[in-house]
């Protein structure tokens, strides 16, 4: 079987114990060539020992790790070496070594003990160190660059092993973050060759960013395994890192991004709001009841809305039209349904139309409700006048409360909500 079409690594129920801790247990997993997989998790969660444990650096007392269908541990030094090559966290360089010397020690697998490198891997080393951007050091100490530039001449001397798997162990830490994205995209670039990464990777959103794969690691075990988007989720995230979060594609990058946030520190019930939004009033109200517990529904938004956006986001049930089109009866009805089951409606600062006026008229259902001004009725009135009378009408009832946005997220900030509400 030829190597592109099996699997690069094999690993089956592998399981490390020290002593009487367990560290690792029942980890199974098959990578493919061109694959770029990040393993994720909390401190403790047993990463750097499980990526050891690969490359056959640290014990396995249980399982088995097979490298294109071979046993690691049949595999001499040398042999893993040109297999597999591996960056370590922490990587103590002597004193006076130059970039092009410790790019050159990546040579070794393929020399003999009395030989010295020849042009051949003189040539390779340099064509990595330029692949990396740091074939201007050549001649420098690597006592004398900067953080940036030490982690690409170390990436360099890994790439100059010139293995089909690569094994990295958060070859970003500390660093910039336009050089973490420099490094995620020298690995992108050598699985679109067809090379393995594995990767350690503290930046998750990073991760999920460029990776193509990844497995979370929790209490020693694999807590989830595939694609970034099944991947990283709300239950997940607060599994494994005790997160409160929201998971959603964002609209500006088009990436995989994440919203945390504490929850609210109470056992007891929290009300029950509706919010009646649209064209982006009410993403901020949504956002700041959620991250207070508040069980939320939504409505009448527009596709394509990003009221609609956050409320996918946050998990909240919205009710959701066509774009540019009148709220129909349905959705009309449907609205103030959500009102009365709800223990209060919250009314963003919107702008009217003729698509949207339904949604005035039906916040008169709400048995409580609360406006939100921040524009005078008259300035967000493209309706001649309708919506004007509508919401001083509305104001009249007894049932209503006015706050601007900024009392409204203070009240929430204090806990006070339900009491301007008359909870």
Not at 354 to 369: G, R
Request: charge should be negative; glycine fraction near 10%.
């Amino acid at each position: 079987m030829n190597a592109s079409s099996q699997s690069a690594l094999t690993v089956a129920n592998v399981g490390v114990t020290i002593g009487d801790k367990v560290i690792l247990r029942d980890i199974s997993l098959a990578v493919k060539p061109g694959e770029f997989v990040a393993i994720i998790g909390p401190n403790g969660a047993g990463k750097s020992t499980l990526l050891r444990g690969l490359r056959g650096l640290g014990a396995i007392s249980a399982g088995t790790v097979q490298v294109f269908g071979q046993s690691i541990h049949t595999m001499g030094d040398k042999q893993l070496a040109r297999t597999i090559a591996y960056m370590q966290q922490e990587v103590n360089i002597g004193f006076g070594f130059t970039a092009l010397e410790i790019v050159l020690a990546g040579r070794y697998p393929y020399l003999k003990w009395w030989q010295n490198e020849e042009n051949e891997d003189y040539e390779i080393a340099k064509k990595y160190m330029a692949f990396t951007g740091v074939e201007a050091l050549a001649d420098k100490s690597v006592r004398q660059v900067s953080g940036g530039e030490r982690q690409r001449i170390l990436l360099a001397k890994v790439l100059a092993q010139e293995t089909p798997l690569i094994f990295l162990d958060e070859p970003t830490a500390s660093l910039d973050l336009v050089y973490q994205e420099e490094i995620f995209r020298y690995c992108q670039l050598m699985c679109q060759e067809g090379k393995m990464v594995f990767i350690i990777a503290h930046d998750i959103k990073l991760a999920a960013k460029f990776c193509t794969r990844l497995i979370l690691l929790t209490g020693g075990t694999i807590l989830a395994d595939g694609k970034p988007e099944d991947v990283i989720t709300t239950e997940n995230l607060e599994k494994a890192y005790g997160l409160h979060s929201a998971v959603f594609i964002n609209k500006v990058t088009g990436n995989l991004d994440i919203h945390t946030y504490k929850a609210a520190g109470t056992t007891t019930r929290q009300p029950s709001v509706h919010v009646i939004g649209g064209g982006g009033s009410a993403g901020t109200i949504m956002r700041l009841l959620h991250e207070k517990a508040y069980t939320l529904s939504g409505g009448v938004f527009q596709q394509g809305d990003t009221d609609t956006d956050v409320a996918l986001a946050f998990g909240i049930q919205a009710i959701v039209g066509q774009p540019f089109c009148v709220i129909d009866k349905i959705q009309g009805r449907e609205n103030r349904e959500k009102m009365l089951a709800a223990d209060f409606t919250v009314l963003s600062n919107l702008y009217y139309g003729q698509q949207n006026l339904a949604n005035l008229e039906a916040a008169f259902a709400a048995p409580k409700l609360i406006i939100i001004e921040d524009t005078a009725i008259e300035e967000r009135d493209f309706t001649g006048g309708k919506a004007t009378k509508l919401y001083r009408d509305l104001l009249t009832l007894p049932q209503v409360t006015v706050l601007n946005s900024m009392q409204f997220a203070a009240q929430i900030a204090d806990g006070e909500f339900k009491q301007v509400c008359g909870q």
